[in-house]
C-alpha cells in the first residue's frame, strides 16, 4: 500500500453541479500532485502543491480550483460540471526528488 | 515543453515471448524517464526508474538519449504481465517536478 488516500472511490452527479475530491498524500511527503485520466487521453496534469503552496500548473481549467491544507491533505474542486468532466482522478505525492506515488483514484461521472 | 510518446495503444505478446514496449521523449534538457504500471484494479506504481538502473520483474529499460528513447524490455513475457503502462518523464534535478506521462500501452499477454 502506498499509503496515498483518496476519497471518494465513485461520485455520480449532475451536470452544473459541484464536487470536491480528497487525497492525503503519503506520511512526510510535501508534495501533492493532481491527475485526469480520461479515455483516449492518459494522465493529464492538472495541478501540483508542495508545502501548502501551488507549484506547477498544467491543462487545469478555470472552474477547476484546489489547495493544500496546513495538514498536507489536499482537495480538488470541480464545479459547473460537464459531461467532458467525466474521469477518473488521480492524487499523487512524493517525498523530495522521488518517484510518485499514487491513490487509487476517484471516479466521477457526470449525468 | 515536454512531450512522451507511446505509439501503441495495445500490444498483445504469446506468453514466453519477448515484449518491447515503445517510449519516445522530447526534451531539450536531461531529462529523468520512469515507467509506471497499473494492474487490473489496482493503483499506479513505479515499475523502473532509469537513474537506478535496476530490472524489475524481469523488465529493464534503457535510455537512449541519442534515439530520444525510453524502450521498455522483457526477454519472456509472463501472463501476469498483462496490465496498462505508462512512461513518463520529468526533467532531471529540478527536485519534486511534476511528470509528464505517454498516453499508456495496454499489454496484453496470450497463454
Known amino acids: 500500500d502506498s499509503g496515498v488516500t483518496q476519497t471518494p472511490k465513485h461520485l455520480i452527479t449532475a451536470t452544473g453541479q459541484r464536487v470536491t475530491l480528497r487525497c492525503s498524500p503519503r506520511s512526510g511527503d510535501l508534495s501533492v500532485y493532481w491527475y485526469q485520466q480520461s479515455l483516449d487521453q492518459g494522465l493529464q496534469f492538472l495541478i501540483q502543491y508542495y508545502n501548502g503552496e501551488e507549484r506547477a500548473k498544467g491543462n487545469i481549467l478555470e472552474r477547476f480550483s484546489a489547495q493544500q491544507f496546513p495538514d498536507l491533505h489536499s482537495e480538488l474542486n470541480l464545479s459547473s460540471l460537464e459531461l467532458g468532466d467525466s474521469a477518473l482522478y488521480f492524487c499523487?505525492?512524493?517525498?523530495?526528488?522521488?518517484?510518485?506515488?499514487f491513490g487509487e483514484g476517484s471516479r466521477l461521472t457526470v449525468l | 515543453a515536454q512531450r512522451v510518446t507511446q505509439p501503441e495503444k495495445l500490444l498483445s505478446v504469446f506468453k514466453g515471448a519477448p515484449v518491447e514496449l515503445k517510449c519516445n521523449y522530447s526534451y531539450s534538457g536531461s531529462p529523468e524517464l520512469f515507467w509506471y504500471v497499473q494492474y487490473s484494479r489496482q493503483r499506479l506504481q513505479l515499475l523502473l526508474r532509469?537513474?537506478s538502473r535496476e530490472s524489475i520483474k524481469g523488465f529493464t529499460a534503457d535510455l537512449n538519449k541519442g534515439e530520444t528513447s525510453f524502450h521498455l524490455k522483457k526477454p519472456f513475457a509472463q501472463e501476469e504481465d498483462s496490465a496498462m503502462y505508462y512512461c513518463a518523464l520529468r526533467r532531471a534535478n529540478f527536485g519534486n517536478e511534476k511528470l509528464t506521462f505517454g498516453t499508456g500501452t495496454r499489454l496484453t499477454i496470450i497463454p
Open positions: 499523487a505525492s512524493s517525498p523530495e526528488a522521488g518517484e510518485l506515488f
Open positions: 532509469h537513474i
